[in-house]
């Protein structure tokens, strides 16, 4: 059986396995190009090289994207405040003041802004109250002169000062400073005019500001014609105001902003008298950068000196703040402010017949203190309170003040 076994199985052989597979032939080679070929293959790359594409021409604009670019930058700002007094008549200088206790709205201000063409731009800010609107201010900049240059027409806040051409959405407090309400007025020193301005090529930031407006105004040029508007016969009847701005950058972390400014016009008391005021602003913020948060101090102070020509006389008087101003924390801040406010004296040196504040007989004291809160940069929260000490009262003032402001849309960025 085993016999029959090995005659049955198969046996392969090495010479009885399937040959490879031949091996696949080179692939023969191109034919060599001739020296025709050669040179007209150079020539065709060469032209090839040569060819710019043509970039498509841009679409036209549709009507609903020229209509776009003529929209101007809108912003609404809304101050609301709630105030309580002790006095039955606060004495709160200026306009957008809470007045008396309950809630007040400040003002709903609509600013707007756009360039008008390569060489002006339109700015303007209206403000609602509840009683009507109130063109603020609206004046066309230039943008396009040289040698550092610039002009401003229309009615504007003069740049007298630090926080004269602010508006309360930028101020550190709820009310404004009583010294801008007693020498320029409830709404701050502005008018119809020109202004020009010179950013000078000094190693250091120094912009000179001189403006010619209106003297007249309750409100906004109470030292000069005030409420009794004489009129406007030579440019001598103007409100002239010049001002000397310059910014030091004393460090990465500290920053120096010191200002001069005086203002001359005429005053209703008699032919050919004056009214003059000078004044100093200093500003110094510490922001270290090496913090990498929102943290910083700021100092501002301003004073003023008023110098007026009466018949027979000449009322002097000085009114000035200091404060400080520090953000704690990205969404706290803190504040405090001292005012300080003189009486009007003649050349004797005996105190005036004031006809413009009859009872500014004595020194009058003001201390502010304030905390805010913003929810987000749109939006903040602020409380505060302050007492009032006038020589010519038995007894101070106290009061207390809640505020709310809301902003929405494109707002510019504040000067430093």
């Known amino acids: 059986m085993f016999l029959c076994l090995l005659v049955a199985t198969p046996v392969v052989f090495a010479e009885d396995a399937a040959p490879p597979p031949p091996a696949e032939a080179p692939p023969a080679e191109a034919p060599p190009l001739s020296a025709e070929e050669l040179a007209a293959l150079e020539a065709a790359l060469a032209a090839d090289a040569t060819v710019v594409a043509t970039p498509p ?17 809108l912003s609404f700002i809304a101050d609301v405040a709630f105030g309580y007094f002790t006095a039955d008549a606060p004495r709160m200088s200026g306009g957008h003041d809470p007045q008396a206790n309950g809630f007040t709205l400040q003002q709903l201000e609509l600013s707007v802004g756009k360039s008008v063409d390569p060489y002006f731009r339109f700015d ?14 609206v004046y066309a900049t230039t943008l396009a002169l040289p040698g ?8 504007f806040l003069t740049r007298f000062g630090r926080i004269n051409n602010t508006h309360p959405h930028a101020w550190d407090f709820v009310d404004q400073a009583f010294a801008i309400g007693r020498v320029f007025g409830g709404e701050g020193n502005r008018g119809l005019g020109v202004e020009a301005s010179w950013l000078t090529p000094l190693p250091w ?12 105004g309750e409100s906004t040029a109470r030292s000069f014609y005030g409420a009794d508007d004489l009129g406007f016969e030579t440019p001598a009847d103007l409100q002239g105001t010049l001002a000397v701005k310059q910014f030091f950058p004393v460090s990465d972390d500290v920053s120096v902003f010191w200002g001069l400014s005086a203002a001359s016009g ?17 500003y110094v913020k510490l922001r270290p950068i090496s913090r990498g948060d929102a943290y910083s101090v ?17 009322w002097a008087d000085v009114t000035g703040y200091a404060q400080v101003a520090a953000r704690v924390s990205p969404r706290w801040g803190v504040a ?10 003649g050349l004797d040196g005996a105190v005036a ?21 913003w929810p987000t940069e749109f939006s903040r929260i602020r409380i505060q309170g302050h007492t009032d000490l006038a020589g010519w009262e038995d007894q101070p003032e106290y009061a207390g003040l809640l505020a709310f402001e809301f902003n929405v849309g494109a707002h510019g960025a504040h000067a430093f």
Do not use: C, K, M
């Not at 930031?205 to 007249?216: K, L, P, Q």
């Open 57 to 73: 021409p841009p679409p036209a604009p549709t009507g609903a994207i020229s209509l776009q670019s003529l929209n101007p930058d």
């Open 124 to 137: 303007s800010n209206l403000v609602f109250s509840l009683y009507g609107v109130e063109i603020e201010e």
């Open 148 to 155: 550092g240059l610039q002009v401003r027409a229309g009615q």
């Open 205 to 216: 930031y120094v912009e000179v500001v001189g403006s010619g407006t209106g003297a007249a």
């Open 266 to 282: 005429p005053n209703p008391t008699g032919l050919g008298n004056r009214s003059e005021v000078y004044g100093t602003d200093l």
């Open 298 to 314: 700021a100092l501002q102070t301003e004073w003023l000196y008023r110098r007026r020509q009466v018949p027979g006389d000449v």
């Open 336 to 345: 405090a402010r001292y005012e300080l406010g003189t009486p009007a004296v």
């Open 353 to 373: 017949d004031d006809t413009l504040d009859p009872e500014w007989t004595a020194d009058r004291h003001r201390g502010s203190l304030s905390a805010t809160y």
